[in-house]
């Protein structure tokens, strides 16, 4: 009943215009699912009114805090990140968030990582950044886990391996191979933690729209994750919602979403980017 009352005086399916502290504050304790979020980590971009500056363990401890508050027993917090190199260092900032997650009482489930397949190649004396960390904490153990599979070749031989001077035999690279020998099938199995996505415009996305905001994840990413870690119908959060993906990704899985988003700029890019979404039936 409790989360009846908040969902009344809550929207769902909406992007709040204010700081996710204040969205979270309107939540019962246990209120969402699964959180998928990319936050503004280590000023690694400027943002239009420099909310990156404001960005440090002053702010994300209290929001990572209030983050376990509002997730369910088994929910999940996905939490994509990297780490700016100052002075010739990497700050390391990723792991202490990790690290402070689970001092608020989350499971580290998982450390994964996001491969950029076609990263901006930077200049450095090291090598080239490809890859962010995608933290999967967890309330307790999962409740749901429906994983990503990948399609793998495998060669199975047949009994006509011995056959080898029948008539059907012919010659292939220097040996002598039954032509029934081998045969091609297809198999299934779970994908690892490491996930490879393109990315920019034609690649992650062809939504132009998303591309008014300058650090954007791809929308195949946020989706991989929403499938894996909720069902239909469940509640998925973004409190640093920037263009719409998660929302976007939440639609086209059929669950229901609500968004953060401080900056007024890109609230309306994401709530652009999902009007089409939202009007249309089949969707």
């Excluded at 019962?28 to 000023?43: A, H, R």
């Excluded at 011995?162 to 779970?190: C, D, H, L, Y």
Aim: glycine share 4%; proline share 4%; with cysteine.
């Amino acid at each position: 009943m409790k989360q009846i009352k908040h969902i009344e005086k809550m929207k769902i399916n909406k992007i709040y215009n204010e700081n996710c502290l204040d969205t979270m504050s309107r939540m019962d304790d246990g209120f969402i699912d699964l959180t998928v979020t990319s936050p503004p980590y280590d000023n690694l971009r400027t943002y239009n009114d420099k909310i990156d500056e404001t960005w440090g363990e002053h702010v994300w401890k209290p929001i990572i805090k209030e983050l376990y508050r509002v997730t369910k027993d088994g929910g999940v917090v996905v939490w994509v990140v990297g780490d700016a190199t100052i002075n010739g260092s990497e700050t390391g900032s990723s792991f202490r968030q990790a690290l402070y997650a689970m001092d608020c009482g989350f499971n580290l489930h998982d450390t994964m990582i996001y491969v950029k397949n076609n990263p901006i190649p930077l200049t450095h004396n090291r090598y080239e950044q490809q890859f962010e960390y995608m933290f999967v904490f967890s309330k307790g153990s999962p409740t749901t886990f429906n994983p990503k599979t990948l399609q793998t070749k495998t060669f199975m031989v047949n009994k006509n391996y011995s056959q080898r001077n029948s008539a059907s035999s012919i010659k292939e690279k220097g040996a002598i191979r039954n032509r029934n020998e081998i045969v091609t099938t297809k198999k299934i199995k779970q994908a690892f933690n490491i996930w490879y996505y393109d990315i920019g415009f034609n690649k992650s996305t062809k939504d132009t729209i998303s591309f008014e905001h300058p650090a954007t994840f791809p929308e195949k990413l946020a989706y991989d994750h929403i499938i894996s870690w909720s069902n239909k119908n469940n509640l998925v959060y973004d409190p640093f919602m920037g263009s719409g993906t998660t929302a976007k990704a939440a639609i086209c899985s059929n669950r229901s979403w609500i968004g953060s988003e401080i900056s007024k700029e890109y609230c309306d890019i994401a709530n652009k980017r999902l009007e089409p979404l939202l009007n249309n039936l089949f969707t």
